[in-house]
């Protein structure tokens, strides 16, 4: 199995990297259109500013290959974001597969919002095996709102959208690879999706 971190300058691609080695799976970093097209598993990662970020996808035009890509992806924290059809994050269009816009959280709650929250409304072979009301680890200004492709939700000034699906594209708001045995078998159960 192949599993490439798709590599545009943006944030927490080592820990992924390491979650992937404790799985018993060497995934690679590239950029390359090539590369990335071959892989039977794509991680879009994120860390960051969402403007700033879309800039660099834009610059090795990968803005324009994801969207094409037929194998199964998993956008993660930002990179679910830029998934979705706005963020109000510099005021980006983002990539559009996901139909929904991505919110700040308002100034009556702390932001970002930082730590250990819970995941409910599980609906995806994402979740095999993933109790109702786990742990995930979370750090996030913005939100992606609840909506038809949620597959996951979480509570924080109100129910958001912690994960997200269409067709072979999946998203995350929190991080799997910083999610303990949850995340873990996140992480697992996308290598094992059928493709």
Known sequence: MKVVI?????????????AFKRLGYDAILSNDPEVIKQADRVIFPGVGEAS????????????KLIPTLTQPVLGICLGMQLLCKTTEEGNTEGLGIFQVDVKRFPNTVKV???????????????????????FMYLVHSYYAENCKEAIALTNYNGNYASALQHNNFYGVQFHPEKSSVAGAKLLENFLNLKS
């Open 6 to 18: 798709i590599d545009y300058g943006a944030g927490n691609i080592k820990s992924i990297q390491f």
């Open 52 to 63: 700033s970020a879309l800039k660099m996808l834009k610059n090795t035009k990968l803005d």
């Open 112 to 134: 970002p919002q930082m730590g250990w929250n819970t995941i409910t409304d599980l609906k995806s072979d994402l979740f095999e095996g993933i109790p109702e009301a786990s």
